[in-house]
C-alpha cells in the first residue's frame, strides 16, 4: 500500500478551461476527503464521501465544482470555467470506517492548481 | 461551526531544545477529537498526534506530546529534543462527531543548528 495518490502533482490552464483531478485512497479507506489549501493557510474542507454516497459539500464548493466517487473507489474532482481565484493546492485524504481509526485522515500529496 | 485558532504564525527553536505551539478551539460539542498535522515543504500533511476529547491523559509520541485543556479550550503541542527534520508548518485541527476537520491558520517552525 503506496499512501494515498493524487494525480497530477501539478496543473496549470488558462482561465475559463476546465479541470479534472484525481484521488485514489488508501485501500480498504471508505471515507474519502478534498480539501482546498492557499498558500499560508490551513486547509479548507470542501466534501467527503463515505463509499460512493456524497455525505457534505462546503459552501466553499460552488456550482463550478463536481467531486464523484462513482464505484467507491478512486475520487475525481473537476473545476469548470476555471477562475484565478481557483489557483491552490487540493489535497485528498481517506480514512478507514469503524473501530478508533476512523478518526485519523491520511493526505495525499496534493494537486497544485496554477490559472493564468 | 468549530473554529480553531493558532495565534504564533511563526516560531524558531534551537536544535535539542523543546518548543510549545499553542492552540485554542471553539465548540459547542462533548465528544470530539484533536490533531496536530505537520506539513514540511513538500506540502505533504502527515500526522503528528492526535487526543480524544474524552480522555484526561495528555496524548504523547515519542519526542512529541500535547498539553490538553478542555475546560479552556486549549491543545498546545510540545516538541523535545527538537530536530532539524521538524522543520515545517503545523496545523491544529479539530474533528467533531460527523468526522469533519477543521484546520487551524498554521504555525510556521525553524529550527536551527
Known amino acids: 500500500d503506496t499512501g494515498v495518490s493524487q494525480n497530477p502533482r501539478h496543473k496549470i490552464t488558462k482561465r475559463g478551461q476546465n479541470v479534472t483531478f484525481r484521488c485514489d485512497p488508501i485501500?480498504?479507506?471508505?471515507?474519502l476527503y478534498w480539501y482546498r489549501q492557499t498558500l499560508g493557510q490551513g486547509p479548507e474542507f470542501l466534501t467527503y464521501f463515505q463509499n460512493e454516497a456524497q455525505l457534505e459539500k462546503s459552501r466553499l464548493l460552488s456550482d463550478r465544482f463536481s467531486a464523484e466517487r462513482p464505484k467507491g473507489s478512486f475520487s475525481t474532482l473537476e473545476i469548470q470555467r476555471t477562475e484565478q481565484g481557483d489557483s491552490a493546492m487540493y489535497l485528498c485524504a481517506s480514512s478507514p470506517f469503524g473501530g478508533d481509526s476512523n478518526e485519523k485522515l491520511f493526505f495525499g500529496s496534493g494537486t497544485q492548481l496554477s490559472v493564468l | 461551526a468549530q473554529t480553531v485558532t493558532q495565534s504564533q504564525p511563526e516560531m524558531s527553536v534551537q536544535e535539542a531544545e523543546t518548543v510549545t505551539l499553542s492552540c485554542t478551539y471553539d465548540t459547542s460539542e462533548n465528544n470530539y477529537y484533536l490533531f496536530w498535522y505537520k506539513q514540511p515543504p513538500s506540502r505533504q500533511m502527515i500526522l503528528v498526534i492526535r487526543?480524544?476529547?474524552?480522555?484526561?491523559q495528555n496524548a504523547t509520541e515519542n519526542r512529541f506530546s500535547v498539553n490538553f485543556q478542555k475546560a479552556a479550550k486549549s491543545f498546545s503541542l510540545k516538541i523535545s529534543d527538537s530536530q532539524l527534520g521538524d522543520t515545517a508548518m503545523y496545523f491544529c485541527?479539530?474533528?467533531?462527531?460527523?468526522?469533519?476537520?477543521?484546520f487551524g491558520g498554521g504555525t510556521r517552525l525553524m529550527v536551527k543548528p
Open positions: 485541527a479539530f474533528m467533531d462527531a460527523g468526522n469533519m476537520l477543521t
Open positions: 485501500s480498504e479507506h471508505n471515507r
Open positions: 487526543q480524544e476529547a474524552y480522555k484526561q
